[in-house]
């Protein structure tokens, strides 16, 4: 009878540290690294979510997102805010579709923050920082005419800039008159560095023919 009793208790505790085991105790959850990149080009960004250890149910991850990147402008968010790591599995990707806008702009970072979890509680790396970075190129500039007349004391030229696409903050281009066209003949009239706004495409210089009493054939002068 004692044996039996003694076999019942043994019994009854290896029960509990099998449920305990299998359950949902000690779990937690976080991000794999707290740093990616990825360049902003219609792709779909991956960042990993992570269990300690495979559950029997679902877990369902809460995260929020900020940072100077915009969702619907920048990114699309698969998940809206969710994330669902299936019974078993010990990860689950957040997707990120990063929006190619055909803009020049800067950098942006985009903050995850893991928030709340099903299962468990949430780990250490319950951030990451993600980089949309702008892989196009600078927008090129150039002369809107490949040339133009300007008479000695008679006015200004204006000469229109263009760029070859728009940008979202604000471009300058120098504009110089060589050395080559002698002193006093042309001046800019205002200064010298031209900004483009955001957005803008199109811009001007002006230039005058400063007016001498010399009796002179025309001049020619290039702008760059």
Same mark, same amino acid.
């Given at each position: 009878?004692?044996?039996?009793?003694?076999?019942?208790?043994?019994?009854?505790?290896?029960?509990?540290?099998?449920?305990?085991?299998?359950?949902?105790?000690?779990?937690?959850?976080?991000?794999?690294?707290? !740093?990616?990149?990825?360049? /902003? =080009? +219609?792709?779909?960004?991956? #960042?990993?979510?992570? %269990?300690?250890?495979?559950?029997? *149910?679902?877990?369902?991850?809460?995260?929020?997102?900020?940072?100077?990147?915009?969702?619907?402008?920048?990114?699309?968010?698969?998940?809206?805010?969710?994330?669902?790591?299936?019974?078993?599995?010990?990860?689950?990707?957040?997707?990120?579709?990063?929006?190619?806008?055909?803009?020049?702009?800067?950098?942006?970072?985009?903050?995850?923050?893991?928030?709340?979890?099903?299962?468990?509680?949430?780990?250490?790396?319950?951030?990451? !920082?993600?980089?949309?970075? /702008? =892989? +196009?190129?600078?927008?090129? #500039?150039?002369?809107? %005419?490949?040339?133009?007349?300007? *008479?000695?004391?008679?006015?200004?030229?204006?000469?229109?800039?263009?760029?070859?696409?728009?940008?979202?903050?604000?471009?300058?281009?120098?504009?110089?008159?060589?050395?080559?066209?002698?002193?006093?003949?042309?001046?800019?009239?205002?200064?010298?560095?031209?900004?483009?706004?955001?957005?803008?495409?199109?811009?001007?210089?002006?230039?005058?023919?400063?007016?001498?009493?010399?009796?002179?054939?025309?001049?020619?002068?290039?702008?760059?």
């Amino acid at each position: 009878m004692i044996a039996c009793r003694s076999l019942a208790r043994a019994a009854a505790r290896l029960m509990a540290l099998t449920l305990s085991v299998g359950g949902a105790v000690a779990q937690s959850v976080e991000f794999s690294d707290g !740093v990616s990149a990825a360049p /902003e =080009d +219609g792709s779909v960004a991956e #960042v990993r979510v992570v %269990l300690s250890g495979p559950q029997a *149910q679902d877990v369902s991850v809460q995260y929020s997102l900020r940072g100077r990147a915009v969702l619907g402008t920048d990114f699309d968010d698969a998940g809206s805010g969710l994330l669902v790591i299936p019974a078993g599995a010990v990860e689950a990707p957040i997707l990120l579709t990063l929006i190619e806008d055909g803009l020049f702009e800067r950098d942006e970072t985009l903050e995850l923050s893991l928030t709340s979890t099903s299962v468990g509680t949430i780990g250490a790396t319950q951030r990451h !920082v993600l980089t949309l970075v /702008e =892989d +196009g190129p600078a927008p090129a #500039v150039s002369f809107g %005419l490949p040339a133009g007349t300007v *008479q000695e004391g008679g006015g200004a030229l204006e000469m229109p800039l263009t760029l070859s696409g728009p940008a979202v903050m604000p471009l300058q281009v120098t504009v110089e008159l060589p050395d080559t066209l002698g002193v006093g003949e042309f001046e800019l009239v205002g200064p010298s560095v031209v900004t483009f706004p955001p957005g803008r495409t199109t811009a001007a210089v002006q230039v005058i023919a400063i007016d001498d009493p010399l009796d002179e054939a025309a001049e020619v002068g290039a702008l760059r």
